[in-house]
């Protein structure tokens, strides 16, 4: 009775501390996730990812996902390595540079098949945004991988978009699928200093 009862305190200790990676630590490399509860909120809201950019290195950025679950009033989370541009943090430059700080709305779109191959497979489109100059418009976004599931994943470098690794999309993808209010969603961009 008394090992049965140091196993659930010790699977209780690693879920908190998870939990509370989670919200904190940037994932060291692809196919690295880290996920668990949020909160316990009654109100349920509609899925929410928050895009970190890594000022120094923005392939080595990080994307959270926020959802609530359909079968109880848990909001968990799902956080994974990303990045965005070519390496430059100007907002302005058109399929080079970062996505712009703000907010947008996205859709999921499942399986999908037009446009630039690498955009290929569960993708999540990104509303345009005018950046900081007021006259550059940031369009054709998405937060997506290398193409379709099992196409070789080689770089985090983007014409602007959000990318994730193959195994990562993979899981996001299951996670927006058991949200609730997952027909649309937020995302959130920042910046923050890094290594």
Known sequence: MRTIRTVVAAAVTVVTVVGTLGLTAAPAAAGTQIAGVHDRH????????????????????????????????????????????????????????????????????????????????????????????????????????????????????TLGCIKVDQADRARLAAAWRSAWGNTRGRLIVTRRQGR
């Open 42 to 157: 009654q109100a349920r809201t509609m899925p929410q990812f928050h895009y970190v950019i890594n000022v120094r290195v923005p392939q080595n950025s990080r994307l959270t996902l926020y959802y609530s679950s359909r079968f109880d009033h848990a909001r968990r989370f799902v956080t994974v390595r990303a990045g965005s541009g070519q390496g430059t943090l100007d907002e302005c430059a058109k399929n080079r540079g970062v996505l712009p700080v703000g907010r947008y709305t996205v859709r999921f779109w499942p399986n999908y098949r037009a446009g630039n191959p690498a955009v290929r497979g569960d993708v999540w489109r990104i509303s345009d945004r005018v950046c900081r100059n007021r006259k550059t418009v940031r369009n054709d976004l998405f937060i997506h991988s290398s193409g379709v599931p099992g196409a070789p994943f080689r770089h985090y470098r």
